[in-house]
């Protein structure tokens, strides 16, 4: 065998072994004689003593050499460069008054060194692991082995861990069962696009990756399990967002023999257990309920941020008989005036104003009307100078406003006119720090009674808000015959801070009501044969009443790390192009693959 060359200086473990972690010693540690192991985050030379940081995945412990204590480890201590491994043995001792540091908390201690190994060595970095400077995102994810090293991702990842631990912990105490569900499976319904996998031992024939376990929690339920939990990836084809990614992982749960209220309550529950464990917070239960017409209506969104004001006011009453032509085709074509109320002008300088105006074009939204609110006259804007002055005082009146305020009006069809408000909301909320961000405040709200079933006007047909498998609610069933579009579901969504972390429903138990369901959704007989034959079909034996929900793990974690994006809580994640810049997946197959799973490409040009 040839010899393998390395660096001189480089030696094994040997019998050396690791006694503490680099972030656990403390002042009652004095005196101890230690072995650590870990990464050299900084070297500083001062002349005679040299500094070194070394950090672990738990923290940092500083470690000085001494050429009078040991001139050997001094020595060596001149080889080491950031990023090297090394193991050191030393005592520790306590800081001079003076370099002690209150920010670490390791501060008051340091290691003096005996004796240092060279485990191995680390070429130049692409960048410093310091936490402190911006890299960019592609290098990051390039080299996410170095980038996962900064104490902030390694704080993500330890308290994604935790999450999921107490999650466990609660749900096992519930007497929930962790039942693992296929991934090579038949296509599931959430409405994405599947990820498809060619099968070799059946030519012409592909798996799905699971958009969810949906089918085979229910099949569970039916298999009498009544109470199923799994922590579990899904794959969607979707284009992605910044809080999507093509594989994300879901905690996913059912239940036999329950009604919307006890799934409530069962959730609620587990978040208390979670936040009062991982953080002492105490939430406050039974968590907000919100009606979905009316999250729309005051928030124009179903996922509403509760953290300030600013709702929706609606004014189409005032304006019935508004001489204002803009206003009027708007009540004919039963639309809708709304509005909301900002509590200082102040900032809303007339480019300001502007700029509102074409965010809420970029909604499809035609116009804002911008009334400030002065003792004596009011300042209008933009096309409120068409308003008469008893409907501005009628106004003023709908939406109590005061002196300093500034009311901004948006006409249109309901949906424009939700969606540029809801927005808008938001956007102003942000720009005047109406949230504060320091506070530790997580509102949960459950917004329920969603419509069953939405249009779509491409396709000419129904299409399911939640899944094909959500019931309707009792009192709305007659309506599937005449009014589909009015009838709610039992579905409900979990918000949290205006960001909707989880959804689920009470599912449909019986076969003639799914089949109805099915064909209301344009999925005659044969086609739910063909799709979801194994679900009727177990419907048929005996299916219990049943329910649940699933979360989005990445989302709830990176709100609880107050991270800006799912991927700062997911140790390999994708790009926006759903690529992994590390492996360099997705990549080109062997000819020889492709072949003997039958398959020819024809790409595009
Ligand atoms: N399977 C649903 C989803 O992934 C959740 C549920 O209804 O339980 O959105």
Redesign the pocket.
């Known amino acids: 065998m040839k010899m393998i060359k390395t660096k001189k200086y480089i030696e094994p473990m040997g019998p050396w072994k690791k006694t503490n972690s680099c972030g656990e010693l403390r002042k009652k540690d004095i005196g101890k004689e230690v072995i650590l192991m870990g990464w050299a985050q900084s070297r500083r030379d001062h002349g005679g003593l040299i500094f070194i940081d070394l950090r672990d995945h738990e923290g940092i412990s500083q470690i000085v050499f001494d050429p009078e204590d040991s001139a050997d480890a001094h020595e060596k201590a001149h080889i080491i460069k950031n990023e090297y491994v090394i193991a050191v043995k030393g005592k520790v001792i306590s800081r001079l008054a003076g370099s002690k540091n209150p920010n670490m908390p390791t501060g008051e201690i340091e290691i003096k060194a005996r004796q240092v190994k060279i485990l191995n060595v680390s070429d130049a970095l692409p960048f410093n692991i310091n936490d402190k400077i911006e890299i960019n995102d592609n290098l990051r994810l390039k080299y996410r082995y170095l980038d996962l090293r900064q104490s902030r991702m390694q704080r993500n990842l330890h308290l994604r861990h935790q999450v999921c631990m107490e999650i466990r912990n609660y749900l096992n105490s519930k007497n929930f069962l962790d039942i693992e569900t296929p991934f090579l499976t038949k296509s599931?319904p959430?409405g994405a696009r599947d990820y498809i996998v060619p099968s070799r031992v059946n030519p012409g024939k592909f798996y799905a990756l699971p958009?969810?376990?949906?089918l085979f929690?229910q099949l569970l339920m039916v298999a009498g399990f009544e109470k199923y939990y799994q922590i579990v990836r899904?794959f969607r084809d979707e284009d992605l967002r910044a809080d999507r990614a093509p594989e994300f992982t879901?905690l996913?749960?059912?239940m036999s023999f329950v009604d919307r209220d006890e799934i409530f309550n069962l959730v609620e529950e587990m978040f208390t257990y979670i936040f009062n464990k991982l953080f002492n917070i105490k939430l406050k239960m039974p968590f907000i309920k919100i009606d979905y017409q009316e999250a729309i209506s005051r928030y124009g969104t179903d996922k509403p941020d509760l953290r300030f004001g600013m709702e929706i006011i609606e004014l189409t009453e005032i304006f019935q008989k508004s001489s204002f032509r803009v206003f009027g085709e708007v009540i004919q074509n039963k639309g809708k005036i709304c509005a909301i109320k900002v509590e200082s002008d102040k900032e809303f300088s007339r480019k300001k104003l502007d700029d509102l105006h074409l965010f809420i074009a970029s909604f499809g939204a035609k116009g804002l009307s911008c009334i400030k609110i002065r003792e004596g006259k009011d300042f209008q804007f933009s096309i409120a100078k068409f308003l008469s002055p008893e409907e501005i005082e009628k106004v003023k009146f709908k939406t109590n406003a005061k002196p300093g305020n500034l009311i901004l009006i948006v006409a249109g069809q309901k949906e424009v006119v939700y969606e540029a408000l809801g927005n808008l909301r938001l956007k102003l909320a942000n720009d005047s720090n109406l949230i504060n961000q320091d506070k530790k405040e997580f509102n949960f709200l459950w917004v329920t009674n969603f419509p069953l079933l939405e249009y779509n006007p491409e396709e000419k047909r129904y299409e399911a808000v939640?899944?094909p498998?959500?019931a309707p609610l009792d009192e709305d069933i007659e309506l599937l015959d005449t009014n589909p579009l009015k009838v709610r579901s039992k579905?409900y969504d979990l918000v949290i801070n205006g960001n909707e972390i989880?959804?689920?429903?009470i599912?449909i138990h019986n076969t003639d009501l799914q089949k109805i369901i099915f064909k209301l959704l344009g999925i005659d007989d044969e086609k739910a044969e063909q799709k979801f034959g194994f679900l009727l079909q177990a419907l048929k034996y005996g299916a219990p009443p049943h329910g649940?929900?699933?979360f989005g793990l990445d989302r709830l974690v990176m709100l609880l790390a107050g991270a800006s994006s799912i991927r700062e809580v997911i140790a390999f994640p994708k790009t926006q192009k759903a690529a992994c810049l590390l492996t360099d997946a997705p990549s080109e197959v062997d000819p020889m693959q492709l072949k003997e799973l039958h398959i020819k490409l024809d790409l595009p040009l």
Do not use: L, V, Y
């Open positions: 599931t959430e958009q969810s376990p949906q929690k899904c879901q996913d749960m059912e939640h899944h498998f959500t579905a989880g959804g689920g429903s599912r649940g929900i699933a």
